[in-house]
């Protein structure tokens, strides 16, 4: 391949977008600051420069390179704005305060109260709240 | 300290889930956001077709009904982490 510098840079730009959600996301170590990926990025863009002042024919070279950039711009996005667009919460209980009851239903179907589950657990209960499986 | 999730999912899914992935915990069914809501989780449109879903968060609670940690991300990506959860239940 002529140009080694820039489809290397341009495929491990679309790689490492695509391992963070895919892997690195598995691991809190790498996922809330995903420095692997940042790393990987970098690499990218640095081949990817590397290419286009290589390359003869500086146009076409220079959209592979914007566009390999431009995962890098979104990747930063998607990781620093986009989840971070979460509603304000002031009215969820502090600690010390009396955790409010609640009556759903469990996954075989069957009523629960927040008061029955602290009443078999006496160590406690750990509420977890996550935005649904899909 | 006994696991407890909620979601707005419904209990068949909930159930499939458990089922696939193999957790022994407890999965709670809030598909009208009533926990949700009372626990000030609402977050609007932000799930699948715009339906309403609760934003992350975790609670400690103890035997009396007390909040003793509590964590409320803010960010999405940033949950609390297990070794976090087993220290609060200390």
Redesign the interface.
């Known amino acids: 391949m002529k140009n080694w510098r820039l489809w290397a840079g341009f495929v491990l730009s679309i790689a490492a977008f695509i391992s963070y959600f895919a892997f690195f996301?598995q691991f809190?170590i790498t996922?809330?600051v995903p420095w692997v990926n940042f790393i990987l990025f970098v690499v990218a863009t640095v081949l990817l420069i590397a290419g286009v002042r290589r390359s003869q024919r500086k146009i076409w070279s220079g959209i592979v390179a914007f566009l390999g950039i431009a995962v890098f711009a979104f990747f930063v996005f998607a990781?620093t704005v986009a989840?971070?667009r979460?509603?304000p919460?002031?009215?969820?209980?502090?600690?010390?305060?009396?955790?409010?009851?609640?009556t759903?239903?469990?996954?075989?179907?069957k009523s629960?109260t927040?008061?029955a589950?602290?009443a078999?657990?006496?160590?406690?209960?750990?509420?977890?709240?996550?935005?649904?499986?899909? | 300290?006994?696991?407890?999730?909620?979601?707005?999912?419904a209990?068949?899914?909930?159930?499939n889930?458990?089922r696939k992935v193999g957790y022994k915990f407890?999965?709670?069914?809030?598909p009208n956001t009533?926990?949700?809501r009372?626990?000030?989780?609402?977050?609007?449109g932000?799930?699948?077709n715009g339906r309403d879903?609760?934003?992350?968060?975790?609670?400690?609670?103890?035997?009396?009904?007390?909040?003793?940690?509590?964590n409320?991300?803010?960010?999405?990506?940033?949950r609390a982490?297990s070794e976090q959860?087993l220290a609060a239940?200390r």
């Not at chain 1, 759903?104 to 179907?109: A, K, M, Q």
């Not at chain 2, 300290?1 to 999912?9: F, L």
């Not at chain 2, 409320?72 to 940033?78: A, G, P, Q």
């Open positions: 996301y809190p996922r809330d990781v989840t971070r979460l509603p919460s002031h009215g969820a209980p502090h600690v010390g305060q009396k955790a409010p009851d609640f759903l239903l469990d996954s075989n179907g629960v927040l008061t589950l602290l078999s657990s006496p160590r406690g209960v750990l509420l977890v709240f996550y935005r649904g499986y899909w | 300290m006994r696991p407890v999730a909620i979601s707005v999912d209990p068949q899914v909930s159930e889930l458990r407890t999965f709670l069914s809030d009533e926990a949700i009372r626990y000030d989780l609402l977050h609007k932000a799930g699948e879903v609760a934003r992350p968060a975790e609670f400690l609670i103890d035997r009396s009904g007390t909040v003793r940690w509590a409320l991300t803010e960010d999405l990506r940033i982490r959860m239940a």
